[in-house]
């Protein structure tokens, strides 16, 4: 395997082996459809055990249907869901919340610092927008847990912002599309970090982290469940053949792989980041906390690894040379390397200089 | 491989083989996300060769996202859809065509023979309901091709649905959830199954037929697609891993994978049918043009074959008897016999009599 | 006054004289905007003294409001509405159902009898629906009181159906557009035809029974109420100066205009109806128990009235020469007398040749 | 009459002496429901004359149904509205674009200066969201004439937009609950305000200047108005006796009638301004172009006025002491010379004490 310089997002690997076999086992003889079968049939189980609590379990595909799912039953009847400016699912998915709940929802953006809500803008938000007739009423709250920019909120903040949420009737929602890289990061568990940090559903990602096409919606308040399952059918996520989502989703978090895969790529974007941080004039823009950095390159260094076939995802105004260097699960020490050496050779530091060039493999 | 006994639905195969190696296939090496990957670029021109004209193509995960969004932009800015009684879209997605245009869209039964809606029908309660303003506006027409009970309908059967609805300025969807059947039964090409019938979109249909989770949306009208990427991403069907779904249907349209499969589930249904014509009193209640048999069989025959394991999906009001016996590419035909015998068997004929029990083998 | 002609609706009338001196009494001084004004304020104990009960009371300015923003909450979050397959709100309203619930709700209509549904049907309905995870979830049903066949419900009838609807989850709408019409009918309290009956919420109405612009939703479960306003609010019918539809239904329910208006006009109907009874060939389409009678006139009745200017609305399959005669408030013996006598002139009987031609009036 | 006391809105004044006999007389004899009326059927040639060009018009009852009925036709089928920050249709309709369009339209707030958007920020932000296949495709700019801080557009202004917007395809809405005033205010035609100035439809208001209730959607670009009569039917505001609302409509165009109500209520805005501003520590927040003042009062003048028994509606952020100060056509010079007296004795200057206290009147 050659050496891989495409760092754009975590979701340019493919499928981890594990998944991959899954889906092979998964394919053998015939089965029910429409999510009868006995793989997803064991998923509230499987989920319930990692979860250390009873639960409602709904694979999707995509974390665009969780998160719009999500929205339409925690705005109902009709509300606001209060979400960072750089949520996912506010500035992201085409209009996803308005869409799923057909107008009777709406994203409003608090203002963030390194990525995170705080409680007090929270409780502040939801207050005015209470005593306003003319508003959308406030229902729920949504958190992006890793968030955006690479930072992880701790259970205590979660808790603060849940209970300023609960005291004011609104749901409390996670946006886990990277749970597993704030899991692996937190070092708590997955109860910890959601349920009992007060979180009343959850978008759990996998497709980030290893899986072909799985995320699942967990509800840890199964009241609100209540619709999911019309909801999820009309919305085309309900797979007749759904046993091979189910069956990524229980490979996933069996044997911990979903955790295995996540330590694995917060390790490599912090190596990324250590080399990085001995070349002058680089600027990282928040804290790397999980498996990608945000920084800002000195022009050299852009130019050089864009010449050399690098890739990643620009962030922040054009002209500011920040990007986006993802690591995912697939990610070996020996690509980030290559990827620092060149960078430190465009850049014309020593430790570039002392390695080969990339482009010599 | 024991013998097939479940016959509820074509969707309780799992993949073709030929699937499955593209997804393993596909899996090599990083690629771009969100469709921006070679082979979902290469699809449109894919499915141009197939239908021979210039298409756009959305691959999409279920058959009820592809009839969903085609609602949506068949029906904008807002209308009605007419469609037989019995179609998925009226009556199996849990209200998705309402769903996906935000409450823009109604569909609108018409009465059906051998589940096919005829132009005169379509003609007349569009008339109708033009002239009232206190209706719907009519937009346009959905088909079902091949239908709900197993039949399909002829090109020219097509055309005259499709002028009448177009000289009323409606569009003309088709769901081709079994586009495969019909073609296989029909003989003509898929441009005369279609576009050259008056088809303006086509929810083309893969799952059903050996995939493991793969649609398209095919515009033959170019202009009708122009917001469905927006509507496709926050309906969540826009995968980041995309390139496993196009995968799937290169594969699948590839050296006419879908219409050998097609073909041979086609003619496993009529195995079926015509071992079942010889028993008394079994009674059917549709053609059987494609891959599964509508029949009400005799009590005796009923029990028996639920006893002795078999499954089928039951149709028509309780207490009739009536059953649906799907046939998939994977059935065999030692699967169906061991059916008909196991049938005969019951039934007390003389065809059964001779044959061993499924039982003992 | 000249004679009125023209029996095409209960809407082709003008506001009753206490309505007009309502609004005239409305606008002496400045007051509060967007109902804080003391006449709306003081219409939630008007209400609750009239139907001898605490009740949340939403003045709105037409019938399809009152009616969609019924649809939206007792659908809420997503479901489906009974209805019979006559209702304004099924047909007449260019699918408000669907669009006030943003796609959430859909209208399912159930056959019925001189009008009015079946608990036995709904019972069974619901119930089959309930069983299938394809259909959208049965949430409510609505009931049009008076029927648009000028039939009423009985309270045992209504009773008998809030049970059945109730049993199984259900929320039970009425839709009173012609309420007053009702009541005067069936002699017994507003009490009695709504919530003691086992209506949770009711569309009142006024327009058709001598106001100008002025419905009100009423909620007897005050829980169904929590979204209205914000609801009401966007919907555009929270008028800026609210006080001029609540003085209209204020007006419309002291001393009893609205029972007095609603008397009059059925018993003008009831004239109707006695008169045309001894032409032969009339045939009655229904029972006349409101204020409108459907029939089935003779040619030459029919074209005598349409020659010398009356007005109706056609009902029925084209060419059978149904219409419905609708009487108001302001209809008088004389102007029913004179629709008499020309019909029983056109029609050749006695009664019309022994009164004057209305030309020679 | 006493003094006016009461400056909290344009809506706590009544309706216009000539709107109340409009309603009156068209009150007299029968009619055709639903718009079929001759008064209603006279309103395109009305507005045709009114703005020197052919256009399609419908009244409705509400200034938010107005705009909410534009926002879906505009994002019709499915996209963004730019609006700015301070928009009634993006902060006071409980999120009416969205439930107008059923989740089909966002809007997105722009930045202001004296309550106006500018043509490059319009262009910077659209051309940026088009490039972004993850958000709402733009569609259209809804801009407020006059705006709600008491400022209007120049019709070179609006040009500028509308160029803007037209280069990229949008459409042009222009919410003129106050186009009156704006009119007013520039001394221009009707026309040069809207449509020459590249308007494509406009929300023109009544109610605030004068109006009971009737608002009317003046389409200027017909193709737009297509599903304009549906919608408007769905929404509710086809009031059955429209002919109440039209003969508003026309008696408010009629000899000039908005312009002298809005003519007057601006010049007593003025007056109040040109009063206030001769007290120290009065604080202005924006030009007063039109019939308000937005004013920052120092504290012994608000709490002076209020215990005189004055009203207003407060702006900005708590504790600024920033108020609306509203008048309106029946506004007099006495309420308004009262008011100046008042609020001059509580802030201790000469022009206060000079004359007598309100309360001695």
Known sequence: MSVKKNFYSDNVSGAAPEILEAIVAANAGDSAPYGADPGTERLPQRFAELFETEVEVYPVGTGTAANGLCASVI?????????????????????????????????????????????????????????????????????????????????????????????????VHMDGARFANAVARLGCTPAEASWKAGVDVLSFGATKNGALAAEAVVFFDRELAETMRYRRRRGGHLFSKMRFVSAQLEAFIAKDLWLRNARHANAMAQRVREGLARIPGVRFRSPTEINFVLVALPQAVWDGLVAEGYSFSRRGAPGEGVVRIACAFDTREEDVDALLATAHRYAGTREGADRPAPAMR
């Open 75 to 171: 705005a109902a009847p009709y509300g606001a869901i209060y979400v960072s400016d750089a949520a996912h699912v506010h500035g992201s998915e085409c209009g996803g919340a308005e869409f799923w709940s057909g107008g009777s929802a709406r994203t409003v953006p608090l203002p963030v610092v390194d990525g995170k809500i705080a409680a007090a803008d929270l409780a502040r938000a939801v207050d005015e927008a209470g005593a306003r007739s003319a508003d959308v009423p406030p229902r729920a709250v949504s958190l992006t847990q890793a968030t955006e920019v690479s930072t992880v909120y701790t259970p205590a903040e979660v808790k603060s912002i849940a209970e300023a949420a609960h005291a004011r009737h609104l749901w």
